[in-house]
């Protein structure tokens, strides 16, 4: 049993290693392409500041929120309040960075005269972001807060969780769109045999932040990866009464009391055996 335990563990490590890695990737290999191979980066209202915004969106929407996301599961040595601020923390921080990363391509678009919202991938996007600080202000508001009612955060913990996933398969769709979007325009009528380094570049880019953001997925999807009911207090569930099997029983760490269909405990098995 603890040694089906210790490798379901071991997986966990080796998935989240993978997602670590393919996120960081997808960052190096985009700054050493601007700085090395292209103009860099620059707020001067033309294609350096264009740069920011492919690398403040992976970098937020990608790496930030997946480490905001995997806190609960990662972080097991702090009680559930600090865990609780990690998160939130990590999560306004990858929230205030997409927003800047949105402005930006908005204030390229102003001076360079393009209009805006006139691709999927703008309306993909912009609905990624929208979704996202919906589900941070809605998480903040409910689940944060000691006073609301159990059934209440019960029922939207539920929501938040799809939440995170869907936002995700937004964030899969906008980096690739973004991508294909980029690429159409840095091509302007070549063939694409003639297909650009600065191509191969946001190709490979878009496909390991794709890669990286599956690879997250599967780390929330997994229950058996959620901390164990023994340390239960530092995840989300921690707030909440869960609907299982063999119920806990309500204790101090609780924010809020228990349904009120609460079971009572088992009888005592020795109790049982003489009425036999
Ligand atoms: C989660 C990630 C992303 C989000 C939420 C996002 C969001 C947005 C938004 C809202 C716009 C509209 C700006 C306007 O209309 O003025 C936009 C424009 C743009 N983005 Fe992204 N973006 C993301 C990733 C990327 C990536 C990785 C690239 C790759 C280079 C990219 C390339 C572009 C391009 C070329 C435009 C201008 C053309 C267009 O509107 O489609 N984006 N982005």
Request: charged share 15%; proline share 5%.
């Amino acid at each position: 049993m603890a040694t089906s335990e210790a490798k379901s563990r071991t997986a966990f490590w080796i998935f989240f290693g993978f997602f670590q890695i393919l996120g960081i990737f997808s960052i190096v290999i985009f700054v050493v392409w601007e700085c090395f191979f292209n103009k860099g980066f620059a707020w001067d209202y033309r294609n350096r500041q264009f740069a920011i915004h492919p690398l403040v969106m992976v970098l937020s929407m990608v790496v930030l929120y997946g480490q905001g996301s995997l806190t609960y599961r990662v972080v097991t040595c702090m009680n559930r309040s600090k865990v609780k601020i990690l998160h939130l923390v990590i999560m306004g921080t990858a929230l205030v960075l997409a927003v800047f990363g949105v402005v930006t391509v908005f204030i390229y678009h102003h001076h360079m005269n393009y209009g805006d919202m006139y691709t999927l991938h703008s309306w993909c996007g912009m609905m990624t972001v929208a979704s996202f600080a919906l589900q941070f202000f809605l998480g903040m508001g409910i689940l944060l807060f000691k006073g609301v009612d159990g059934n209440l955060k019960r029922s939207y913990l539920s929501l938040h969780r799809y939440g995170s996933l869907a936002i995700l398969a937004m964030v899969g769709a906008s980096v690739v769109s973004g991508v294909i979007d980029d690429v159409y325009l840095c091509m302007s009528n070549k063939s694409y045999r003639d297909l650009k380094l600065h191509a191969v570049v946001l190709n490979v880019m878009g496909l390991t932040s794709l890669i990286a953001v599956l690879n997250l997925m599967y780390l929330l999807y997994r229950d058996d990866w959620k901390r164990n009911a023994s340390n239960r207090s530092g995840s989300p569930e921690g707030d909440v009464p869960a609907q299982e099997t063999r119920p806990r029983a309500p204790s101090n760490d609780d924010n809020f009391p228990p349904p009120p269909d609460y079971p009572p405990p088992p009888k005592e098995t020795t109790s049982l055996l003489r009425h036999q």
